[in-house]
């Protein structure tokens, strides 16, 4: 099992500019999230998923959208881009209590 | 307020020793409590589970207060390999079924 995994791992943007985080897990779990952690802030839950084709609001979902689609992969979009969004971006899926992150995504807006 | 706060160190301790730390949590519906570690620049991932009776793993040992909103870790014989941050989590089933991370405490094990 890869567990969870994040496309890509590094990333530079221009403010403004679009992209999609791609978030994949091959253990079958239920709901998946999206964190982004900043030093001194912890981890602050952006947009979560609890199955397929549902999503839902965390702390800090604006400048954000997310897509469930499948029950595998978990997106999420950043549509222009602002220096505010330079954070490393979690993404993670759930059974019952434990929670599985990805390796991360570092991305910085300029 | 944060809805869970922990002391962010760096707790600095020298390798063998002992270190013990809490976190507060302000919602008295949280039903469920997680220390996870995570090391520098890598993702986090679960330590433990806390247990209303107390429990331990191995040199670990977490304990839950309800009464006050209180959880601690106690690390044993410290390793350097103990150096991380540990993190507190919090669930509540309800409210989206969703963990809540406490900020973190940063530990330092020095030789």
């Known amino acids: 099992n890869a567990g969870v995994t994040q496309t890509p791992k590094f990333r530079v943007l221009k403010t403004g500019q679009s992209m999609t985080l791609l978030c994949a897990q091959d253990?079958?779990?239920?709901?998946m999230y999206w964190y982004r952690q900043d030093p001194g802030m912890g981890l602050r839950l952006i947009h979560y998923?609890?199955?397929?084709?549902?999503?839902a609001k965390g702390e800090v979902p604006d400048g954000y959208n997310v897509s469930r689609l499948k029950k595998q992969n978990f997106l999420l979009g950043l549509e222009s881009a602002a220096p505010s969004q330079t954070s490393v971006y979690f993404c993670?899926?759930?059974?019952?209590?434990?929670?599985?992150f990805g390796p991360g995504t570092r991305l910085t807006v300029t | 307020r944060k809805e869970v706060e922990q002391d962010p160190g760096p707790f600095n301790v020298p390798e063998g020793a002992t270190v013990a730390f809490n976190c507060t949590y302000s919602?008295?519906?949280?039903?469920?409590f997680f220390w996870y570690r995570q090391d520098c620049r890598k993702e986090p991932k679960l330590l433990m589970s806390?247990?209303?009776s107390g429990n331990e793993d191995g040199r670990f040992t977490a304990q839950l207060n309800r009464a006050s909103q209180y959880i601690s870790l106690l690390i044993r014989d410290s390793k350097l390999s103990d150096s991380a941050t540990y993190l507190c989590?919090?669930?509540?089933?309800?409210?989206?079924?969703?963990?809540?991370f406490g900020g973190g405490t940063r530990v330092l094990v020095k030789p």
């Open positions: 993670a899926s759930r059974l019952d209590f434990e929670q599985y």
């Open positions: 253990m079958n779990h239920e709901y």
């Open positions: 998923s609890v199955g397929e084709g549902t999503t």
């Open positions: 919602n008295s519906a949280s039903q469920s």
């Open positions: 806390v247990y209303s």
């Open positions: 989590v919090t669930f509540k089933g309800a409210a989206g079924n969703k963990l809540t």
